[in-house]
């Protein structure tokens, strides 16, 4: 099997993580328009997250935010996102970098995202890629998640893009 060294997977990774540093900069400057709220699942020991110990004592592998209502002070970076938000009562200050998000879904419009860990992405980017699974992949849901994506979302996975 010929080697790609051109690395599009790696490309088309970067490319859809550049349509959530989008969506998330014009939500920070000109809030969320019409229905649309996102639901972001991070890893929660990812480098760079920044999060209480409450929190992570709470979340110790991933954890879902949702952008809809109550939400303040979003910055947004070429690298992270910041995001002040109320969890039971407490404000909290999350930092979350692009690389530690597990997806992006917006129910409004039946939009979603879906990226492998950045671990796998490091190692992936080290040596050849494997072989994508031949069967659906499971993808298992939070359990503090509130709610579930409704059926026919779009979900875009890299797995899409690679050779098989």
Do not use: C, N
Not at 100 to 125: C, H, M, N, R, Y
């Amino acid at each position: 099997m010929p080697t790609d060294l051109i690395r599009y997977d790696v490309l088309a990774r970067d490319a859809l993580r550049g349509v959530l540093r989008r969506v998330l900069a014009d939500a920070a400057t000109q809030g969320l328009p019409g229905e649309h709220h996102f639901y972001i699942t991070f890893l929660t020991r990812a480098d760079g997250v920044k999060l209480s110990p409450r929190l992570l004592a709470q979340y110790p592998e991933e954890m879902t935010i949702i952008l809809q209502h109550q939400f303040w002070d979003l910055v947004v970076t070429d690298e992270r996102f910041e995001v002040g938000l109320s969890f039971g009562g407490t404000p909290e200050r999350l930092s979350i970098p692009f690389s530690a998000i597990k997806s992006f879904f917006d129910p409004s419009v039946q939009f979603g995202l879906q990226f492998e860990p950045s671990e796998a992405e490091d190692t992936a980017a080290e040596a050849p890629a494997a072989p994508a699974p031949t069967a659906p992949v499971a993808v298992e849901e939070p359990a503090a998640e509130p709610a579930k994506p409704t059926e026919g979302a779009e979900v875009v996975r890299l797995d899409r893009f690679r050779k098989k």
